[in-house]
């Protein structure tokens, strides 16, 4: 049996630029699937063979980071009992059998913070610029690299995002002014990409990746990875956590879906070229709309 998706971002069919942000209910912020044990390995193989791309920090951000850790920490405790156990000084993670000693992490609490769920964190510091990246657990990035944009205001690291500095740079950067620490938020991203690797940095893509995908095949060949983000408030420093779970199936579970299929074609058609073209959608459009417009003829209208 294949994995179906818990959310599909493209469900109304319609393409927007928007922020679609929703409330969030704070016991739901983390989620914890069986792929646990999956994501926390290669948490830990990319930690310990290329840290610097997948961890960094300012210095002076230690206090917050210890108020995400502290924050977390209670968190997991609390609605995860079954997953982990604390006995003074250390956590462990129990389906991965890992153990931490809490104070190693005193000059980076946000590492350990990472290391033990599958979300990414990202921490955003007001700045006279807008809200900045000054700290980051980033093991599962999609075509982007931590170290390009660390210390970057919003619209700067939008920057490649068609679109993005008319459309939704203002109300952005208005959330995150107004955000309060009891009202987090969340939203879905959704992207369609050639590879299952949750760690994605952009050479990891490969030069002609196109060619090898027709209507046949790309069920398999083709993934549809989507990122479910959350924003919230720490009440102490004031900065912004910033959490991303990615979430990756092989295309071809839209083919248990044919209504699906149909509302992806539909937002695909209405996105603007330059969107396509960020998405990397152009270099496989036809083939893609081929194949969606093939499941989506089994669905009864
Ligand atoms: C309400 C908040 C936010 C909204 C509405 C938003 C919106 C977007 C959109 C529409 C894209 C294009 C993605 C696509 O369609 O494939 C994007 C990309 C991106 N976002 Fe955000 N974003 C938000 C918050 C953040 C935050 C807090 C960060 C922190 C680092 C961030 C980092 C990025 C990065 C790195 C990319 C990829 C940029 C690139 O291609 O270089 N976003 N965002």
Redesign the pocket.
Known sequence: MIRQPLYLPFAEGQWQ?S?S?KALDPQDWIEIDDQFVKYLSQKDTLLKTRHSEVFASLPGTEASQQEVLELLLDHLLKHFPQHYRRQGQTIEAIATHQVWHIPDFESAPLDLAGRLVQEDL?L?ERSPQG?R?VA?SLCFPL??RLRE?LGCP?TQ??A??PG?SEK?AHP?DS?FNRLKSNHPVW?L?W?IVESPELFFPPENAKPGWEKRINCQNAGDKLFLRIER?T?RRLTQSGDIL?TVRTYVYPLRVLEDNPQMAHNLMETIQQMPLE?QN??NLLPIQEVLLGYLEDIASFKPL
Do not use: D, T
């Open positions: 630029m922020m942000l990202l955003m809200y990246l980051a075509r982007w944009k919003l690291i939008h490649p995002v993005y939704l952005v959330v939203r991203n992207s983000q924003l910033f969107m960020y998405k």
